[in-house]
Structures are given as structure tokens and as C-alpha cells.
């Protein structure tokens, strides 16, 4: 996707997947549009890169890596003492630069002092494998153990807290978060999981990468089941599980809502939790939020439902919710984004199979904008037939809206207001993750 500002949700198959890769996958892939890669330089593991550099940095010879992924990290500026450590996975189709620059993780941990590991899947689907038994046990191989490395390198080398290292993840990459808690609940003291299904429900045994029962939602199990197996996993393993955020938009084509719930029996029968909320609240218009096992923010499993949002559901904002359930902002209550250079309004008028979208841009900043580009995302589905006050190229997808000459200067707190017609399959909601200039702004 190409998720919002500074985000999803953040893909593998054989020879026997390729077909399936134009057909299945790219449910996945249609959702999670790629995103311009950042700059990274390349270090060996050899090297200790520096901490005053805060640029993404691919580290290689890390460590035992079996599915050949790569490995970016993001050291701040400034790092707390004996600093925590987020696993941020993207989606099928992205990579780990694409999440960091998609993301507000970075930025978050340019806030709070911790280090962010980008792993990035090479195998040509550029999905997790969460599917064959090797990911699905502790030790057995594949994307887990290359993970694992890396943490371990990280916390080799900036002598990181290992009581604080979290995983999250979009899609694919929340697949993996479940995956990962599953397989090293000693490594893992949370995760944070955005449109994924249960560990295990995505297993195959015949070389799959996709499994079509889970993804539309129809593998259902008690919470017991469901328990087992996570235990399984790591068999003969006593010690504390980790606690567990949930995402999930009820509308959600690509992986469907009734994975959300078989989630919650999940991680509650990990945890040892009855499937009774202990709070249910609404934080935000459209969101039912329930907490199992406490009423804080700090609950064993927390759970988001976000009502009328699809696949691609993640927005400004959910990334510093996700710090504050993992407890990384010192503090209880969930930072706001800092004001950007520019704000975006966007409205949607749907019908049948078509809509209008009224987008109005306003200059923040105290210099004259002189001739912008508006990037943003179409939801899956969408295709811009006609736009006014703007040019639009291409039609769907990541899309780059251009001033036309009599619009080209937006003075300081002045705005400008653009608009198109688009045909959509079903999703009308608003285009999101919007950049002028290359800048990210902020929703309003």
C-alpha cells in the first residue's frame, strides 16, 4: 500500500504460484501500492554504523538467514539507554525501505529513542513466508530465523533491551507479527498486528505461499485450537507470552473480518484470557476498541474494529497508538503527529459504481508554495475518469495530482481546492497518504 503518511500495512510463491501471483496475491499486492525507495547505504556486519547518521542502513552477514532477506535498520540521532527494538514488516509487494518511508516509525523512534529493524523479503512474490512448517516452528527455518538474526544483531550491537523488543506489521507483515510471537514468545514482548489472520491459519504443505480458506475467512476454530497452535510452535515453553494488538477493518476484501475474531480467541487463549472484554470503548468515530485481561493501555490483547474500512486501513495517527500499547512513548496517552507543512481534506460523494472526491490542500508552512504535486492513494478498486483544477497520472493506484497555471502559488495559510470523478468496485472511501512536493501532510 502506499499507506499515509509517514504506514499497512508497511508477499512469496514458487513456480506453481506464479499464476496464482496474477490472480490471488495480488489482492494483497492491489491493496499495498510500492512507495519511492529511500536511500540506504550498505554496511557488513563487520561494521558498527553510526548513530548520528539516522539514515536507513542495510546491514549484511548479520547472522543465520535461510530465505535470504535483507535487513535495513533505523538508528536516531539519539538512542535511550539500553534502547527497545521494533520489527516493522511491510506488506506483499513492498520491501523494507518502501515501509520506512511509508511509515511513522521512524519518526516515532526519532521521538521516543528506540531502533527500528526494516526486514525486506527477496523471493519474486516480495511476501512473507507464513505458510510452511518451517516458518511455523521455532528454529525451523525460513523468514523467522532471518528475523530472529537480525534482532539479535541489534541487540549485539547497541546493547538493546531485550525485554523490549516488539514486532508490527501490515498485511503480509502482520501475518509475520503473528507468526513471530508464535515462534519466539522469549524474544517477543508484543506485537501489533494490522489486517492479518491467526498463526497457523495460513499453512500449507504442498509449496503454497496463498491459502484461499483462511484469506476469505472460513477457517474457524475454538480458541483452544487456536491456542494449541501457538504452544505448538515452541513446545515445552513456560515462560510469559506476549501481549497482542489487533487491526482490522470490517470490510476487509483481501483478508476478511472473520480473521479478526478468530484472532482474539487466539491471543485471549494464549494469554490464558476469557474471550469477555474487560473495556470496550470507542476512541475515534467508526473504532470499537476491546481490552482483555485489563483496561489500560498496556491490556494482554487489545482489539480495534474499524467499522466500513477495507484492507488498506491504515491511517496518521495508528502508529503512535501502537508505540503506546507497547509502552515505547513513556508516557500513557498516544502522541499526537506533529503538525506538517501542509494539510489535505478530502471527501468522497459515492453512487452506485461511481463517485466525486473534493480535495482541499492548505499551505502550513510560511513560505509560498510556486507550482506543487499532490500525491496520493486510490483505495483498491478505483480509477479516476475526469478531474478539474489539476492534472491526474495515472488513473488508479499511487496517483500525482499537478497544479494547473492558474493555481500554481499557494500563499502561507492559503488553500486550494481540486476534485475528480473515478469509477470504484465497492471501496468509495477517500483517497489517503497524501505528499505535496515530497512532504507528507497532514490529514484534516
Same mark, same amino acid.
Given at each position: 500500500?502506499?499507506?499515509?503518511v ?10 506453481? /504460484?506464479?499464476?496464482? /501471483?496474477a ?6 499486492? #492491489?491493496?499495498f501500492?510500492a ?5 540506504a547505504?550498505?554496511?557488513?556486519? =563487520?561494521?558498527?554504523?553510526?548513530a #548520528? ?7 549484511t552477514g ?6 535470504? /532477506?535483507?535487513?535495513?535498520? !533505523?538508528?536516531?540521532d539519539?538512542?535511550?539507554?539500553r534502547?527497545a ?13 518502501v ?9 516515532? =523512534?526519532?521521538r521516543?529513542g ?10 519474486s512474490?516480495k511476501c ?18 532471518g ?10 550491537t !547497541?546493547?538493546a533491551?531485550t525485554s ?17 510471537l ?7 514482548? +508484543? +506485537?501489533?498486528a ?12 504442498n509449496?503454497s505461499?496463498?491459502?484461499? @480458506?483462511c =484469506?476469505?475467512?472460513?477457517v474457524i476454530?475454538?480458541p483452544q485450537?487456536? +491456542?494449541?497452535?501457538?504452544?505448538? =510452535?515452541y513446545?515445552? !515453553? ?6 497482542m ?5 470490517? @470490510?476487509?476484501?483481501t483478508l ?8 482474539i480467541?487466539q491471543?485471549t ?6 474471550q469477555?472484554p #474487560? ?5 475515534q468515530?467508526?473504532?470499537t476498541?476491546?481490552r !482483555?485481561g485489563a ?19 491504515i491511517t ?8 503506546t ?12 503527529p506533529?503538525? +506538517? ?25 510560511t513560505t ?5 504535486? /499532490?500525491?496520493f ?12 483544477s ?5 488513473a488508479s ?5 499537478t497544479?494547473v497555471?492558474y ?9 486550494v481546492?481540486?476534485g ?6 465497492g ?6 497518504g ?9 490529514a484534516?
Open positions: 500500500m502506499s499507506t499515509t509517514g504506514n499497512i500495512a508497511r508477499r512469496p510463491l514458487r513456480s506453481v /504460484l506464479v499464476a496464482l /501471483l490472480g490471488l496475491l495480488p489482492l494483497l499486492a #492491489a491493496t501500492l512507495a519511492p525507495v529511500a536511500s547505504r550498505t554496511e557488513t556486519a =563487520a561494521e558498527t554504523p553510526s #548520528a547518521a539516522a539514515t536507513l542502513t542495510e546491514i548479520f547472522g543465520a538467514n535461510p530465505s535470504n /532477506l535483507q535487513m535495513y535498520v !533505523y538508528v536516531p539519539t538512542v535511550t539507554t534502547p527494538v521494533l520489527v516493522a514488516v511491510h506488506w506483499c509487494t513492498g520491501s523494507g525501505p515501509f520506512y518511508s511509508n511509515t511513522e516509525y521512524a519518526s516515532l =523512534a526519532d521516543y528506540f531502533i527500528v529493524i526494516y526486514p525486506s523479503v527477496t523471493r512474490s512473507f513466508d507464513v505458510s510452511s512448517p518451517q516458518a511455523l516452528t521455532r528454529g525451523g527455518g525460513s523468514d523467522p530465523v528475523i530472529k538474526s537480525m534482532v539479535d544483531w541489534v541487540t549485539r !547497541y546493547n533491551d523490549r523488543v516488539f514486532a508490527t506489521g501490515v498485511s503480509s507483515g502482520a501475518m509475520m507479527t503473528n507468526v513471530l508464535g515462534d519466539y514468545p522469549d524474544v517477543f514482548a +508484543g +506485537g501489533s494490522f489486517a492479518g489472520v491467526p498463526f497457523g491459519c495460513f499453512a500449507t504443505t509449496g505461499e496463498w491459502n484461499s @480458506e =484469506a476469505q475467512g472460513t476454530h475454538t485450537e487456536w +491456542g494449541d497452535l501457538v504452544r505448538n =510452535a513446545p515445552g !515453553y513456560t515462560g510469559p507470552r506476549p501481549r494488538q489487533l487491526w482490522h477493518g470490517t @470490510e476487509d476484501d476478511r473480518y472473520p480473521n479478526f475474531g478468530e484472532m480467541k491471543w487463549n494464549v494469554q490464558g484470557l476469557t469477555t #474487560a473495556a470496550t470503548d470507542s476512541p468515530s467508526g473504532w476498541r476491546t !482483555y483496561t489500560g493501555d498496556k491490556a494482554p490483547v487489545e482489539a480495534i474494529s474499524l467499522q466500513g474500512v477495507g484492507h488498506n486501513l496518521t495517527g495508528m502508529a503512535a497508538r501502537v508505540i500499547f507497547f509502552g515505547l512513548d513513556s508516557g500513557g496517552t498516544v502522541p499526537q506533529p503538525a +506538517g507543512p501542509c494539510k489535505v481534506a478530502a471527501t468522497t460523494n459515492a453512487w452506485n459504481t461511481g463517485l466525486t472526491a473534493s480535495v482541499t490542500i492548505t499551505n502550513n508552512s509560498a508554495v510556486n507550482g506543487w504535486k /499532490l500525491g492513494t486510490l483505495p483498491s478498486g478505483q480509477t479516476i475518469t475526469s478531474g478539474w489539476a492534472t491526474y497520472a495515472p493506484g499511487a496517483v500525482t495530482a497544479n497555471s493555481n500554481a502559488a499557494i500563499a502561507p495559510g492559503a488553500s481546492s481540486i475528480f470523478q473515478a469509477s470504484h468496485t471501496n468509495s472511501a477517500a483517497p489517503s497524501f505528499t505535496l512536493n515530497g512532504t507528507a501532510c497532514t484534516g
